[in-house]
């Protein structure tokens, strides 16, 4: 057609929403109710601004168009979680649903018996954040690594198995994201 312009939409999805305060449900296990909150994981969630991280994150996300995401809590505990624990993106789904820290670590209320989303889905967010984003969340990683140089916290014991486990904070692109 002469004289008409094309708009390129670009898709989006909306931000997945956390509830702040969530209603128990008679036969749902709370977390809360039998982890230990001098646990490091649980420590390590408590210190971390959330509500900040999402905000700042959001810019990746539409506020009012498309299928709900996954909550950006959810998605980036799992992506610190896969890094502190070096597990693959099929892992650490799997993994994720038998450990009830993980899941509090992401916000979760209730112990999940499924996994907390596809393993494609990480591709997914890190193709979404690219390398600006993605070092949003290495410096979160690195600010709660000097808290523990400083003598705030122990978070370099956190494998569940007991052994010592030292992690590294390496965001990079994989062949499998491209």
Not at 84 to 96: L, T
Not at 144 to 167: P, Q, V, Y
Request: glycine share 6%; net charge negative.
């Amino acid at each position: 057609m002469q004289g008409s312009s094309e708009i390129s939409v670009k898709p989006c999805k909306m931000i997945g929403k956390t509830d702040k305060s969530p209603q128990l449900h008679m036969y749902q296990v709370p977390l809360i109710q039998f982890i230990n909150e001098e646990h490091e994981l649980y420590q390590l969630a408590e210190r971390i601004n959330w509500d900040e991280l999402e905000q700042d994150l959001s810019e990746y996300y539409c506020v009012d168009n498309g299928r709900p995401s996954i909550p950006i809590r959810k998605i980036v505990g799992v992506v610190l979680l896969k890094r502190m624990f070096n597990e693959s993106d099929e892992s650490i789904v799997d993994r994720w649903k038998e450990n009830p820290y993980w899941q509090h670590f992401c916000g979760e209320v209730n112990f999940q018996h499924r996994w907390p989303f596809d393993p494609t889905e990480l591709i997914k967010f890190r193709k979404r954040l690219g390398e600006k984003g993605m070092e949003r969340i290495l410096k979160l990683s690195i600010d709660l690594f000097t808290e523990r140089d400083r003598g705030e916290a122990n978070i370099s014991r956190l494998n569940c198995s007991g052994k010592e486990h030292h992690f590294s904070y390496r965001y990079q692109t994989t062949e499998e994201d491209h």
